[in-house]
């Protein structure tokens, strides 16, 4: 059975605005009766007499929008699943290969001679007295 919604406003207004809580609390219960007998909670029955409102009625059925919204998270989870490979493969390319993890740790070991030769500079010309150029008496106390 479907919903009378003209008869539904009217009560819903009365169980509103009633002009005391006896009479509002009988037309909440007839609300509540009149929904159960359209196979409707009072939030359902409510809800379609909110979006019925301004002679605006919505044609999608309430399966048929369980149905749109089924499709629509279908659609995301397969784009998802398209996309997921795709970016597996970039993490794979992007990967380190031997060849470079061994040219980085090559370039280590130079940065850290270059370290090393830049500390004996510093420490030769420390031990020269400030001369940028150590003699070679000096030059031999190094080697």
Known sequence: ??????????????????????????????LEAMARKAGLTLSEALLHDD???GGIKSPWTAEQMAAYWA???????????????????????????ERERLLRDADLEILR??????????????RSGGQRRPSPVQLDLFI
Do not use: H, I, W
């Open 1 to 30: 059975m479907t919903l009378d919604l003209e008869k539904f406003r009217k009560v819903r207004a009365l169980a509103d605005a009633g002009s005391t809580a006896g009479e509002r609390a009988a037309a909440k219960s007839r």
């Open 71 to 97: 499709e629509e998270a279908r659609k995301e989870k397969s784009q998802f699943e398209a996309a997921e490979p795709k970016c597996r493969r970039r993490e794979a390319t992007m990967a380190e290969s």
């Open 51 to 53: 979006t019925d409102k």
């Open 113 to 126: 001679d270059m370290d090393a030769g830049r500390n004996l500079r510093a420490e030769m010309t420390r």
